[in-house]
């Protein structure tokens, strides 16, 4: 899911009927943001992912597609949300362990390992203009990075195991994403920047 926040004066209404219109997009359409949301996830898992907001209004948006190519989205999946002026008086979260994004590469502060992490992405530099994010897939016991990097660039998803991550945000911005590490092989993943090779292995070792 990702959270997109819609332009000052811009309705969800106004959002909804120009994302179905199949004719030209309106002047407005490029003023949107998105502001993060939960990564890809497994069947029956929870994700946890933690974004500031600003107050607004905002898109909430299934950006999967189906195996024929058709966006969740377009078939309903997509809310309202509404930010209001009150602060929430939310803590930031506490991560033990910090990823920042920034080119291509997936800069990391610690070491996980077994258990439960939360980690703090931050989003920097951003070849392109593209957007960062980071999908957390943990790798069967004979599937190769290659594998994953083709499953997911055909949408074969059938062996791909997702357990969580953070959606795009724009650079100087931070996600929060909390995520259970069994012992084994895994892989971070960039959607705009894996074709240019934004794709990483990962072991977790056992204690």
Known sequence: MILVQ???GVSYADFYAAYNQRSARPDWWDDQVIMGGPAALAPGLTGETTVKLDPGEYAMVCPVPTADGTLHSTLGMMRPLTVTEEDSGAPEPEADITMTLRGLEFEMDGVITPGRHTIRVVFEHQPEGKPHDV???RLGPNQTLEDFATAMETLDLTDVYFIGGAEDMPEGHRAYFTADFEPG??????????PDGMVQEFTVEPI
């Open 6 to 8: 819609l332009p000052e």
């Open 185 to 194: 092989r895994y892989a971070f993943w960039c959607h705009f920047h894996s």
């Open 135 to 137: 999908h957390v897939a």
